[in-house]
T-cell receptor, first 109, second 116 residues
Framework: GQNIDQPTEMTATEGAIVQINCTYQ??????LFWYQQHAGEAPTFLSY??LDGLEEKGRFSSFLSRSKGYSYLLLKELQMKDSASYLC??????????WGAGTKLIIKP | GAGVSQSPRYKVAKRGQDVALRCDPI?????LFWYQQALGQGPEFLTY????????KSGLPSDRFFAERPEGSVSTLKIQRTQQEDSAVYLC??????????????FGPGTRLTVT
């Protein structure tokens, strides 16, 4: 079966750095997305990785290792508004997006 | 420009009723997706349209679920004879390209369906 694993919940302090991990086992791989979802709102796109390595975009970076079936999202200089769920999603060989359950990130002052 | 809109935002249906959920994608977007999201879970794929063609409906949970996009813009997800297990948020997303794999999707706010 297809599976995306992420921690259910993480807590971090305002101004700090946090790394949210995602491991996947899917039938094929055609890219990995990270989305942010605030409670009661729609997911919004953060990043897309299809090749191994680190993609940096402001305070957010995303890393991919296809051989390990592993990605992480790194958030720097955390702000209270970063409190949200972070969803990892993988495109499989049928070009269908398989979503993880999301990691709820709680930021404390 | 306007983003993806969905209506109604909230729907309460009695078990056995039929419901229709509407999605207005971003103008000109080729691809349209429907997802079902249970509380505390990620979205689950339901179906995918490229313009008016429904290219993938493998995620529809039963034949009570039906989706259409007759003119390649607005889409409707219809659920017949609703059951309690249909209670969820139904998300619609659109994308400007016809390739569903490599481009970000723009999500609407969702319709929260509660079946009593």
């Amino acid at each position: 079966g297809q599976n995306i694993d992420q921690p259910t919940e993480m807590t971090a302090t305002e101004g700090a750095i946090v790394q949210i991990n995602c491991t996947y086992q899917t039938s094929g791989f055609n890219g990995l997305f990270w989305y942010q979802q605030h409670a009661g709102e729609a997911p919004t796109f953060l990043s897309y990785n299809v090749l191994d390595g680190l993609e940096e975009k402001g305070r957010f970076s995303s890393f991919l290792s296809r051989s390990k079936g592993y990605s992480y999202l790194l958030l720097k200089e955390l702000q209270m508004k970063d409190s949200a769920s972070y969803l990892c999603a993988v495109t499989d060989s049928n070009y269908q997006l398989i979503w993880g359950a999301g990691t709820k990130l709680i930021i404390k002052p | 420009g306007a983003g993806v809109s969905q209506s109604p935002r909230y729907k309460v249906a009695k078990r056995g009723q039929d419901v229709a959920l509407r999605c207005d994608p971003i103008s000109g977007h080729v691809s349209l997706f429907w997802y079902q999201q249970a509380l505390g879970q990620g979205p689950e794929f339901l179906t995918y349209f490229q313009n008016e063609a429904q290219l993938d409906k493998s995620g529809l949970p039963s034949d009570r679920f039906f989706a259409e996009r007759p003119e390649g813009s607005v889409s409707t997800l219809k659920i017949q004879r609703t059951q309690q297990e249909d209670s969820a948020v139904y998300l619609c997303a659109s994308s400007p390209v016809g390739d569903q794999s490599s481009y970000e999707q723009y999500f609407g706010p969702g319709t929260r369906l509660t079946v009593t």
